[in-house]
Nanobody, 125 residues
Framework: QVQLVESGGGLVQAGGSLRLSCAAS????????TGWFRQAAGKEREFVAT????????FYADSVKGRFTISRDNAKNTVFLQMNSLKPEDTAVYYC??????????????????WGQGTQVTVSS
C-alpha cells in the first residue's frame, strides 16, 4: 500500500506560481511512476503530468507544457509540480497518483493504483 498526501494548493492571481508537493509513505516510492491529475468543477479528472520512477522521463498535457514542471526526490519520497504562469482555467483540485505500470497507461486515471485526497488550486483573473 502507498499513502499519498498533497500540499501546496491555494489562491493565486493569474500569472502567478504555486508549487505542489506530494509526500508518499508505505512502500518504496522509487519503484513507482507518479503523476498529477486535476479535476475542475463539473468536469472529469484529466491528466496533467507524469514522471518515471527514476525521474529521467517526463510527459505533460499540451495545456500545461512549458508552464508546469514535474520532478521527484526519491530520497524524500516526494514528487513536486511547479506551476508557473497560472491561468484561471488551471483552477481545479489537483491529485497526486502512483503507478506500478508504465507507458501510455500513465496518461489515464485507470493506469494508477494509488491516489491522494487532492489539493485545491484557484487562479483568479
Amino acid at each position: 500500500q502507498v499513502q499519498l498526501v498533497e500540499s501546496g494548493g491555494g489562491l493565486v492571481q493569474a500569472g502567478g506560481s504555486l508549487r505542489l508537493s506530494c509526500a508518499a509513505s508505505g512502500r518504496t516510492f522509487s519503484t513507482q511512476a507518479t503523476g498529477w491529475f486535476r479535476q475542475a468543477a463539473g468536469k472529469e479528472r484529466e491528466f496533467v503530468a507524469t514522471i518515471a520512477r527514476s525521474g529521467g522521463n517526463t510527459f505533460y498535457a499540451d495545456s500545461v507544457k512549458g508552464r508546469f514542471t514535474i520532478s521527484r526526490d526519491n530520497a524524500k519520497n516526494t514528487v513536486f509540480l511547479q506551476m508557473n504562469s497560472l491561468k484561471p482555467e488551471d483552477t481545479a483540485v489537483y491529485y497526486c497518483a502512483a503507478s506500478d505500470r508504465g507507458g501510455i497507461l500513465l496518461l489515464v486515471t485507470g493506469g494508477y493504483d494509488y491516489w491522494g485526497q487532492g489539493t485545491q488550486v484557484t487562479v483568479s483573473s
